[in-house]
């Protein structure tokens, strides 16, 4: 397989890195889904958060591959859902603020979509879902850690890096480490393997 085969279809760094780790050889390119207005569609059609992350995860790999026909492409999305209420990526340190006290003392799921599609097809999917309890930390805490981690977290769903600091804020954690940053390895290198695009 060469590099063009293959093609992560965000712009996300850390979707980027983790599939680097794992010695895929793939190349970026970024999609342009509208994902604000994907969940407002699928709020008002009922959507769960494991269709909503499914379908934008479709949408994505649809868009590029629409451009690069003959390759295989990998699209991921990701929704963090605590009582059925959708989290996204704070603008500023007070977003973050805001996010991060709504989710302290609240077990919370990272539900992830991710699909494989060739010709605007799709050849495979799959829906990982981790459980996390943040703990009830204190007002101390929280202007620390946003003190530490500085503009960071704006890239992270829930204000958090789990990679890092953001490790602190949890009680318990169950599920897939490399999906709740994004992109659960496991399940997508097992499509990979079904589809002959790395060694069996």
């Not at 850390?14 to 994902?35: C, I």
């Not at 499914?54 to 591959?65: I, P």
């Not at 059925?84 to 979509?113: I, Q, S």
């Not at 704006?154 to 994004?182: K, M, T």
Request: with cysteine; glycine share 8%.
């Amino acid at each position: 397989m060469t590099e063009s085969n293959l093609i992560l279809a965000s712009a996300s760094p850390t979707r980027a890195r983790l599939l680097a780790n794992a010695g895929v050889p793939f190349r970026v390119e970024a999609s342009d889904v509208d994902e604000d207005l994907w969940k407002r569609r699928a709020r008002e059609t009922g959507a769960t958060s494991e269709e909503t992350a499914l379908a934008l995860a479709e949408a994505k790999a649809m868009a590029v591959s629409r451009r690069f026909l003959d390759c295989w492409v990998i699209g991921a999305d990701q929704m963090l859902d605590c009582e059925d209420r959708w989290f996204d990526k704070p603008v500023d340190r007070r977003g973050a603020e805001v996010a991060l006290r709504a989710l302290r003392g609240r077990t919370h799921r990272m539900v992830n979509g991710v699909v494989l599609v060739r010709a605007e097809e799709i050849a495979d999917c799959h829906v990982a879902v981790a459980t996390l309890t943040v703990r009830a930390f204190s007002e101390e805490f929280l202007t620390w850690y946003l003190d530490q981690t500085g503009d960071s977290v704006l890239g992270s769903v829930g204000a958090y890096r789990l990679e890092d600091l953001g490790v602190q804020l949890f009680d318990a954690i169950d599920g897939d480490h490399s999906g709740i940053l994004g992109l659960p390895l496991i399940p997508l290198l097992a499509m990979l393997r079904r589809h002959g695009i790395v060694p069996d």
